[in-house]
């Protein structure tokens, strides 16, 4: 028996002996060829665009793209044209993922920049092994065992999500939900008939409330004569409000339709963006299309374009932020989307009054011909005036 153990163990050491160069040649075939692999996989900027699917969220996106779903906010940011609200986006979407780099990638970029520029030697393979990149994190949704980043990269994600924000003058829905005067002009409107599902609990109103219809629900609407829809196209659903002389009725949005089908009587359509309550008895109209003013800032202006409030859209006391204004100047005056205007009350001259003061400013959010509606960003005093003087002092590159 120990005459067989020395035999067995001198087998041991002469395979250690024969396999030693061996294993020093895999070794350097494995340092020369992991730049490369690490150059496929770990430091190529995703980029291009994305189809949204059904069932698809900015999360598992972020996460199937970036290998890092709390990057979702730099996606929504990028797309806000598309976007309306993150937590809703729609198959056939297309959003642009360019430009949005993870963290870990920006800080391997650094570190190696900072290894060439300071170290005695990079060329060694001792060197290469040392810039290996981390294991890439899985695609899909991830499990509980997937990697996680940590606590300071979590922190730096929110950070550059609120440094590097997009500017938009002025953002689709506001552009849609603002409202207009319809300064004498006769519009083509149609009557919209209400929700085509009956409940299956009954409503106890009066009148009935059977034909409210909220988002995603279909609508039945008559066209008015000589009225040419197609499928696809958009529809303005709102409200007639009040008349204001001579500025015409305030038309008040409380939703956007499309159409989805066309029948002999009458057309039905989607409703794809609600406002307000959406019943039978208002009207719709085809959709005005909106005009990306870009994600230029507007420039100051002194002197600017004078003019005056007409009124408030809604019946009001007190404005609060948020809320639309009607002004006397519109596309003929020069005046554009994501132009700001301020209302002040200027001093009387009076011995003993105060000065000039600036109670509201105000961004344009949709024009017509003679008049703009404009929405409240900024208040130090909440008592408007109907014909209280504005003035225009930021104004939008032409």
Partial sequence: MRRTTICRSSRVVWAVVVALPLAATLVAQDTT??????????????????VVAAGETLWSISQQNFSDALLWPEIYRRNTSVIEDPHWIYPGEVLDLGGIATAPVTDTTQTVAQRDTTGPDTTGAADTTQLAAPPPEPEGPGTIFDRRANARQRVEDVLRAYAHQIYRPVRRGEFYS??????????????????TAKPSIPVL????A?????????????????????????????????DINP???????????????????????????QFGRIRGGTVAMPLEPFKDPGEVRPADVDQGLQGHLIEMRDNHVLATAQQVVFLDKGRADGVALGDVFEAYRPASGEVGARSEEVRVQ???????????????????????????????????PS
Avoid: C
């Fill in 33 to 50: 060829t992991a730049p490369a692999a690490q150059q496929d996989t770990g430091l190529a900027v995703p980029g291009g665009k994305h």
């Fill in 178 to 195: 603002a409202g207009f005067l319809t300064e004498g002009e006769k519009l083509p409107w149609a009557t919209v008939v209400g929700n």
């Fill in 205 to 208: 109103e009066h009148p009935p």
């Fill in 210 to 242: 059977s034909n409210v219809a909220t988002q995603f629900q279909e609508l039945a609407i008559l066209p008015p004569s000589q009225a040419s829809y197609h499928i696809g196209d958009s529809l303005l659903v709102a409200r007639l409000d009040r």
């Fill in 247 to 273: 500025w015409g009725s305030v038309v008040v949005p409380v939703g956007v339709a499309r159409v989805t089908s066309l029948q002999q009587k009458q057309v039905l359509a989607t409703i794809i963006m």
């Fill in 362 to 396: 105000l961004l344009v959010a949709h024009t017509r011909e003679h008049t703009s509606s404009a929405i409240i960003i900024g208040m130090s005093n909440p008592q408007l005036i109907p014909g209280m003087p504005v003035r225009l002092i930021k104004k939008m």
